[in-house]
């Protein structure tokens, strides 16, 4: 997917920023976790089956603050892709997920999520082991946690695969990332019966950060450069690591129950209409 920076509108369409969001050469989890934290050691499996390598989880040091990271993991080629299945995990990943973010609560660490997936995998296997079960006992776990979760939409977030590390206390959104309950292509196929109408889907899906900011669901912006995140990496991070430490510094200030009924209020207000 071919992006020409000086041909793009300064104005973009929700359809523009999902091709931003979804170019090839945007900056993945990968890219952002050695920018944004110190020592990270990745930890692996789920002690069930086996790893999911759509997931990166592991410890490091914010800021001197220790934190567990779990950061969805799409690949920058075609080999890569294929090992971390596109973005999409499985329940095995979910499963990792959960062993990682009850080991943050027994230690007391904070949960930094990043969050880039089309969606969890729909396939065969991963229904037969449980998918769907596996992303309610992901919601289950992060409503009640007792420690600050911060979600972080880097590109994707699509549909429950996103929804399931999005149960936050802060949701913090790239400007040219995007979130929905599925792609603008399902979208059109299901009302329009033409997938070819996304373009127009996309913009009535009110899927973009600018779009979600105002109803309530994303708690900050970060601003990118023109044409995405990919022509100005360190500033971007730069940008995360300053609105990771200043939402940080203020969730660690409260107390476990204070942290749960702000999280659970947050997701019950989302839609409500005054």
């Known amino acids: 997917m071919d992006i020409n920076v000086k041909t793009m509108p300064k104005q973009l369409s929700a359809w523009d920023r999902v091709l931003i969001a979804r170019h090839f050469d945007r900056p993945k989890a990968s890219d952002y976790i050695p920018l944004l934290f110190e020592g990270f050691i990745e930890l692996h499996g789920d002690r069930c089956f086996r790893d999911d390598e759509a997931l990166i ?40 997920a959960m062993r990682l973010a009850k080991q943050a609560e027994k230690f007391n660490r904070p949960i930094i999520t990043l969050v880039d997936t089309p969606g969890a995998y729909p396939g065969k296997g991963a229904e037969e082991r449980g998918q769907a079960s596996a ?22 977030g699509g549909s429950g695969g996103a929804l399931a590390f999005s149960v936050a206390n802060k949701i913090i959104m790239l400007e040219n990332a995007v979130y929905s309950i599925l792609s603008p292509e399902g979208f059109a196929s299901i009302l ?46 730069n940008l995360l690591i300053q609105a990771i430490k200043s939402n940080l510094d203020e969730l660690i200030k409260k107390k476990p129950d204070v942290l749960i009924k702000e999280r659970i209020v947050k997701y019950r207000s989302i839609g409500t209409i005054e």
């Open 57 to 96: 989880g592991g410890i490091a040091y914010f800021e001197h603050t220790a934190v567990t990271v779990l950061a969805q993991n799409k690949g920058k080629n075609l080999d890569e892709n294929l090992r971390t299945n596109f973005g999409m995990m499985q329940p095995e990943g979910y499963r990792k």
């Open 135 to 156: 992303i309610a006992e992901c919601l289950k776990l992060f409503a009640p946690i007792k420690v600050p979760v911060i979600a972080i939409v880097l590109s994707e």
């Open 192 to 237: 329009y019966k033409d997938e070819s109408k996304a373009m127009e889907a996309a913009e009535i899906m009110k899927i973009t950060s600018f779009d979600l900011h105002q109803v309530g669901f994303v708690d900050e912006v970060i601003k990118e450069p023109h044409g995405g995140a990919q022509h100005d990496l360190p500033q971007v991070a």
